[in-house]
């Protein structure tokens, strides 16, 4: 789960992009309009083809432009991939609860930032599949991967600690140690639903309420949080 908005004391979360990458953005609404069109078409064929198969010939076909303009804006593949992931990062989350004001319902909370969580990660899930493919050959970008993860189950950690504090969730356990079971559980099973396929019944998909409903009680019994029936 996550929720955009920051928490007292959050800092922005990490990028997954290789920064030092990515350059300056063009100066003219022309070239943002071609910078972004080679973003979009790099995504399909990364998508289409993986991230080893795909060649600069392959973009370059799907943005309908030459190769001198693709070097215009990008020395290589390594430096468009960077740019992609900056470009979509906004809208790929990782499980992470925004903080329970006094009045709001936890649980509520927590159903809401699930379903925005699998929303994204559906709309998300054949780049998804291409960050599993990458992070398993490359090193530095796992790193990258599992630092903005780690943002995330921190916050969470936060926002269970503060709920034990308030006599809303079990104090016997180790908040950072439940965050990141529940927040691997729901980032698991996403994975496992809507990329893989494995998480289908019989080959029949769940509606998504069934999914959410499901892992939000799981979080809600897990910490013995109250619920509103």
Same mark, same amino acid.
């Given at each position: 789960?996550?929720? %955009?908005?920051?928490?007292?004391?959050?800092?922005?979360?990490?990028?997954?992009?290789?920064?030092?990458?990515?350059? /300056?953005?063009?100066?003219?609404?022309?070239?943002?309009?071609?910078?972004?069109?080679?973003?979009?078409? $790099?995504?399909?064929?990364?998508?289409?083809? $993986?991230?080893?198969?795909?060649?600069?010939?392959?973009?370059? &076909?799907?943005?309908?432009?030459?190769?001198?303009?693709?070097?215009?804006?990008?020395?290589?593949?390594? /430096?468009?991939?960077?740019?992609? =992931?900056?470009?979509? !990062?906004?809208?790929?989350?990782?499980?992470?609860?925004?903080?329970?004001?006094?009045?709001?319902?936890?649980?509520?909370?927590? /159903?809401?930032?699930?379903?925005? +969580?699998?929303?994204? +990660?559906?709309?998300?899930?054949?780049?998804?599949?291409?960050?599993? &493919?990458?992070?398993?050959?490359?090193?530095?970008?796992?790193?990258?991967? &599992? /630092?903005?993860?780690?943002?995330?189950?921190? @916050?969470?950690?936060?926002?269970?600690?503060?709920? !034990? &504090? %308030? $006599?809303?969730?079990?104090?016997?356990?180790?908040?950072? =140690?439940?965050?990141?079971?529940?927040? *691997?559980?729901?980032?698991?099973?996403?994975?496992? +639903?809507?990329?893989?396929?494995? $998480?289908? =019944?019989? *080959?029949?998909?769940?509606?998504?309420?069934?999914?959410?409903?499901?892992?939000? @009680?799981?979080?809600?019994?897990?910490?013995?949080?109250?619920?509103?029936?």
């Amino acid at each position: 789960m996550e929720r %955009r908005a920051e928490t007292e004391g959050d800092s922005a979360p990490p990028s997954m992009a290789r920064t030092s990458l990515l350059r /300056e953005l063009p100066a003219t609404p022309r070239g943002l309009r071609t910078r972004t069109a080679l973003i979009d078409a $790099g995504r399909k064929v990364f998508e289409r083809l $993986g991230y080893l198969d795909t060649r600069l010939v392959d973009i370059t &076909q799907e943005a309908k432009c030459s190769s001198g303009t693709f070097y215009t804006y990008f020395a290589g593949k390594e /430096e468009i991939f960077a740019a992609i =992931l900056e470009h979509a !990062q906004e809208d790929m989350m990782h499980p992470g609860m925004e903080r329970v004001a006094g009045d709001d319902d936890p649980v509520s909370i927590i /159903e809401a930032s699930n379903l925005a +969580y699998f929303e994204a +990660y559906k709309r998300n899930a054949k780049l998804m599949g291409l960050l599993e &493919q990458v992070a398993n050959i490359d090193p530095e970008f796992s790193k990258l991967r &599992q /630092e903005r993860a780690d943002a995330f189950i921190r @916050r969470n950690a936060r926002s269970i600690a503060d709920l !034990q &504090q %308030r $006599g809303l969730a079990d104090p016997g356990l180790d908040p950072m =140690l439940s965050s990141r079971a529940l927040s *691997g559980m729901v980032s698991r099973l996403a994975f496992n +639903y809507f990329v893989t396929g494995d $998480g289908l =019944l019989d *080959g029949t998909p769940l509606p998504l309420e069934e999914l959410v409903y499901t892992v939000t @009680r799981l979080w809600a019994n897990a910490l013995r949080m109250p619920t509103r029936n």
